[in-house]
């Protein structure tokens, strides 16, 4: 089934990003990454395309020839743990890794609670303020005198998301290509400055139609024009850095396990969370050896079971703070493959995905960091 690829903390993940990019500014937040070494510029701008994979740019280079064009003479980076959205965009904006954070799953419990944090939808009864208290590094550049803008869209000004991993920059709202690109040239136009920009159809596409589709593949061509077409509008004294969240694996529909359909699974679990590819299993008390012991025998080479000790021992969330821990499950599931674990009770919706993400094989892990 192939080993996993451990997220590369403090040295070219994610995280490491705007701690980068804030050195190559003449601004520095702390120890520089160790595997993130970026040309000095006046202004960057960091352009985040939503489930672009570095194999998967590698796999279809022909489709999208401007971004291949700097694989050469670039850096691959990897996703924190898990590899979803959520978590990622989180470490971008706070160059912190998910255990410090906080934000350590698509859906996570709520501490004392029966309920799921729903990270890209969000609670209103959930301040993010609280569930992400952290200082951004977006906040902490603004506050040295660089101008930070996030360039995204209309209905994501405000969210919980936006608050807990953006917030300290200028939000402007846009929805269509052609003013997101003016908007990133407006924006990086007084340095120094780091402006940030975020597209998510790519994504959107993967999950709805997989990665091996005509539909992805004209999807992954026209980002690569929007990406060209943002480079010849910036002037050449401007950065672009063009870096992704996760990638995406598709799986077939003979390699799904739905929790719902088996009882032995579903035995001992109070509640579950994450996602169909990393998992969060919340035990009734007493019960996680049980668990351990029945998925690793039902799941077999198909995902890696963890308590959350070892997970956490393990370095993928890097360190933890206290009150981070019990969002984590008592129980974690990583696949492997392009396997899948669906709880079609809580999450129906999964049945209709059929590109996924979450885990960390080496398609979900690396990510593109581009710079031209």
Known sequence: MGGFCEPAYGDRSLGDVVPAVAAALGHG??????????????????????????NLLRRHAEVAPYLASLLATSTTGTAGVPSTTSTSLTSLGTGMVPGG????????????????????????????????????????????GVRVSVVNKREFYGSGLTVAAHRGADYVGVDRVGERIAAVVAA????????????????????????????????????????????????????????????????PADNRIDVAEDECLASGIALIGGEARFRHLYCVGGAVPDVVATWRETLGERAEVMTRAEAVGRGWFGPVDPAVLPRIGDVVVACRGDAAVLSTDGFPYETKLIGMHGSLTDDEMLIPILVD
Do not use: K
């Open 29 to 54: 937040l702390g120890p520089a990454p160790t595997g993130l070494d970026l040309p000095g510029a006046p202004s960057y701008v960091v352009f985040l395309i939503d489930g672009l994979g570095a």
């Open 101 to 144: 954070h906080g934000l350590v799953g698509f859906t996570t419990r709520v501490p004392g609670t029966d309920d799921l944090l729903n990270a890209l939808l969000w609670d209103v009864d959930i301040d993010p303020l609280e569930w992400q208290p952290h200082q951004t590094a977006f906040s902490r550049l603004q506050a040295m």
């Open 188 to 251: 990086s136009a007084d340095p120094p400055s780091l402006t940030y920009v975020y597209d998510g159809d790519l994504d959107w596409t993967g999950h709805r139609w997989g990665v091996d589709s005509s539909h992805w593949l004209q999807q992954l061509a026209m980002i690569d024009h929007e990406a060209e077409q943002l480079r010849e509008a910036l002037p050449r004294d401007r950065r672009l850095l063009v870096v992704a969240d996760h990638g995406m694996v598709d799986v």
